[in-house]
């Protein structure tokens, strides 16, 4: 959702994505990762707080954050010391994952959508409940209209995260809520629920390219070919296949803010080399490329 957000608000609203994968609020804390928005915002900035995912996986002590105490006290954390700087928190419940029973959409995290409710009211600040707002709208679509937005429907075992298809109607979701609690950036929010640019899923037949200016030799007669490569810029390596070795380098900038060296990484142009860049390369698995004129190949 976060690398999308922004094509849903004029460009009055500057987004910064700080998420980071595989976080709870607890890690989150822990990490320092509050202390460096602290750092950075300012007043009459808005902080958009959403966890639950990872809090709840027992599992894993470092994450782990009890709903109706740890993972109300790191809400709490958020919330006053964003205030402190002047700026506004704005609390989203979790967002609902691929769990369809008996012919209905469950909530996984019940619990931590009721203590972030009440931690919101607790400290007088608005929340988005985003989790009953995608569970209402899968609903109104259907399991086959809501299947390819989740990773599932082209690796066949994620359900939890989102496909760009997905991730932009959560984004949508958001901006919509947004204008619905009359926040002062709602003015910014696009009239149109379809924004500019919207990106694409990559077809699974690939179509020929067709240059803008073709110059026809005059006696010679080209063949089309019948599987032309489409370009790729998840191609990380320059091998003509996206694979897990484009996954591999990854991993070697993972976390990292873009900067001169890494920005190749950063596939899907969000400022910082995370899951949501492997997310992307997911989408084109596999699939054959050609090169492009000009471009740099790590080997």
């Known amino acids: 959702m976060g690398q999308f957000i922004a094509k849903y608000f004029t460009s009055d609203v500057l987004f910064v994505n700080k998420a980071i994968a595989g976080r709870s609020s607890k890690s989150f804390i822990a990490d320092g990762r509050l202390d460096e928005i602290i750092k950075v915002i300012k007043a009459n900035d808005y902080i958009f707080i959403q966890f639950g995912h990872n ?98 429907s082209s690796n066949g075992t994620d359900y939890t995260h989102f496909t760009e298809k997905g991730a932009m109607q959560v984004a949508r979701i958001v901006s919509e809520s947004v204008k619905e609690l009359g926040l002062d950036i709602s003015k910014f929010v696009k009239g149109s629920s379809t924004p500019t640019n919207t990106p694409t899923l990559k077809p699974t037949s690939t179509p020929t390219i067709k240059p803008t200016n073709t110059v026809k030799p005059t006696n010679t007669a080209t063949p089309s070919p019948t599987n032309t490569p489409i370009l790729h810029s998840e191609d990380l ?40 860049d492997v997310m992307k390369i997911a989408i084109s698995f596999n699939k054959f490329t050609i090169s492009n004129p000009g471009e740099v190949h790590i080997d």
């Open 55 to 152: 809090d709840a996986t027992i599992s894993k002590p470092e994450r782990y954050a009890e709903a109706g105490t740890t993972y109300k006290e790191c809400l709490r954390q958020f919330i006053d010391r964003a205030k402190e700087k002047g700026a506004f928190p704005v609390l989203i419940t979790p967002v609902a994952r691929l769990n369809y029973v008996n012919g209905a959409f469950k909530n996984d995290f019940p619990a931590y959508c009721t203590a972030m409710k009440e931690v919101a009211k607790e400290k007088n600040v608005p929340c988005i409940d985003l989790m009953n707002k995608c569970l209402s709208y899968y609903t109104s679509l259907g399991y086959d209209k809501v299947y390819p937005f989740y990773m599932v």
């Open 237 to 276: 390596n320059g091998d003509n296949v996206v694979n897990m070795a484009d996954v591999i380098l990854i991993g070697l900038y993972f976390n990292q803010l873009v900067n001169e060296q890494n920005k190749r990484f950063d596939v899907n142009k969000d400022g910082v080399i995370n899951m949501s």
